[in-house]
């Protein structure tokens, strides 16, 4: 009989822990289901909160635009010729990327076209502004240096009257630059042109 009433209280206690036991683990296989996959863990959404910037490079050449006929009056209807001349400081160029931008509204892009034929050119309309890339031709080995010279002419028809920018400014990740034969890249200053349509 003594064994009977000490067997009850351990039976009893057993039970409770049995009982507290699968409980706990009942809420540690919830918590395991519920826990993201390693894939979900490592997986970090970011959103920049600023518009990417372009490292300040040191400059070397230039990039201009020069109106063809400068003594030509600009006026609505009348198609007008632009040139981008390019000096590339005395380094050699084996490519380069033009970032132009103008009032899409006002002006009709008839033309683009390449000045030198030591180079091959591709264009990308960007939505608000247009980007040019250059590369020199394989058959061209001898090394070529820009001295102020045209490496592209635009043709434009104004649609209306008024100031406007012609600008070689960076858009975004974009900048117009020149590539040495050794794939370095330098930045040239850019000049804006601007124009009155009458």
């Known amino acids: 009989m003594e064994q009977t009433q000490h067997s009850r209280p351990m039976l009893a206690l057993l039970a409770v822990v049995l009982l507290v036991a699968s409980i706990i683990g009942f809420f540690v296989s919830q918590n395991i289901n519920k826990?993201?996959?390693t894939a979900e863990m490592t997986?970090?959404?970011m959103s920049p909160s600023l518009a990417p910037t372009l490292i300040p490079y040191e400059t070397k050449?230039?990039?201009s635009f020069k109106l063809r006929d400068p003594q030509a009056s600009l006026k609505s209807g009348t198609p007008f010729a632009v040139d981008l001349y390019v000096t590339s400081s005395k380094d050699t160029v084996a490519g380069y990327d033009v970032v132009f931008t103008y009032d899409m509204?006002?002006?009709?892009?008839?033309?683009?076209?390449?000045s030198l034929q030591s180079f091959r050119i591709?264009?990308?309309n960007r939505g608000n502004h247009v980007s040019i890339s250059a590369t020199k031709n394989?058959?061209?080995v001898e090394p070529i240096q820009f001295n102020n010279i045209s490496i592209l002419s635009f043709t434009f028809l104004p649609k209306q009257a008024g100031s406007f920018i012609f600008s070689l400014k960076p858009q975004g990740n974009e900048s117009s630059k020149l590539v040495n034969e050794s794939a370095v890249?330098?930045?040239?200053e850019t000049t804006d042109l601007r124009l009155e349509i009458k």
């Open 35 to 37: 826990r993201p996959s």
């Open 43 to 45: 997986q970090v959404k």
């Open 61 to 63: 050449g230039g990039f």
């Open 105 to 114: 509204k006002a002006f009709e892009r008839q033309s683009i076209q390449n």
């Open 122 to 124: 591709f264009t990308f």
């Open 138 to 140: 394989i058959e061209v």
């Open 185 to 188: 890249v330098t930045y040239p």
